[in-house]
């Protein structure tokens, strides 16, 4: 039988419409599925202004807190997909997500999208197998 929860954590921002943070699912592995994360601040519940190379820092801490809520580390992530607003960002995004997945290098998609959420510059969900 799978088990599935929903994973919340207050080290990221709260969800601004009616989904889970992330949901994990166990049979007998746990796979994690995590929402997109935006660049907002979790204390102020502010997106943090900035260039892409801040948004994708926050962005990306937002998401290693709810992996760490989990259970789950960087290490355990096998696909990643990021979305732009700007494809020409890729370059500085790359070099800020290279700091993280660097070492680990999930699986990944970036796309470039007309819009994300608040105006932000950036969005990355994320799937991860772990014990």
Excluded: C, W
């Excluded at 935006?38 to 997106?47: K, L």
């Excluded at 696909?79 to 290098?105: A, C, M």
């Amino acid at each position: 039988m799978v088990k599935r929860s929903a994973i919340y954590t207050e080290n990221a921002p709260k969800p601004i419409g009616p989904y889970s943070q992330a949901v994990l699912v166990e049979n007998p592995d746990k796979i994690l599925f995590i929402s997109g994360q935006i660049p907002i601040n979790p204390e102020t519940g502010e997106v943090v202004k900035g260039d892409i190379k801040e948004q994708a820092r926050q962005a990306i801490e937002n998401l290693i807190a709810i992996l760490e809520a989990a259970g789950a580390t960087v290490d355990d992530v096998v696909k990643v997909n990021v979305y732009l607003e700007d494809i020409k960002d890729f370059e500085e995004f790359n070099r800020v997500y290279e700091e993280y997945f660097g070492h680990s290098k999930p699986a990944r998609a970036v796309v470039e999208v007309g819009k994300l959420p608040k105006g932000v510059k950036v969005e990355i969900e994320a799937i991860a197998i772990f014990e």
